[in-house]
């Protein structure tokens, strides 16, 4: 099982952007997942968040401008970016909580995609 994400690339401040993270292979469903993004030199941060049931949290500097969803039937998670700021850039990861086959859950990490907000 991964975590193949998708969607990074360079922006213009005040543009968007959408990351998807799509879970392959055998499972039977994405418990909870969660995007985290990294600047150079920087620590990993969690950007936001959502469970089984659609609850959804978001860090501060995001809040108002980027959206988690989830997509059951295909087992896809994605962060829409709007009004993205220069201070956004980093390379994303998301990170999952997947239920497999047999009943257990297991964490996986995305490889990553870069995000850059520049003029």
């Known amino acids: 099982v991964q975590l193949v994400e998708s969607g990074g690339g360079l922006v213009q401040p005040g543009g968007s952007l959408r990351l998807s993270c799509a879970a392959s292979?055998?499972?039977?469903?994405?418990?909870?997942m969660a995007w985290y993004r990294q600047a150079p030199g920087k620590e990993r941060t969690i950007v936001a968040s959502?469970?089984?049931?659609?609850?959804?949290t978001y860090a501060d500097s995001v809040k108002g401008r980027f959206f988690i969803s989830r997509d059951n039937a295909k087992n896809t998670v994605s962060l829409q970016m709007n009004s993205l700021k220069p201070e956004d850039t980093a390379v994303y990861y998301c990170d999952g909580l997947i239920l497999y086959t047999d009943w257990t859950n297991r964490h996986h990490w995305g490889q990553g995609t870069q995000v850059t907000v520049s003029s």
């Open positions: 292979g055998s499972i039977r469903s994405i418990t909870a």
């Open positions: 959502i469970t089984s049931s659609g609850s959804t």
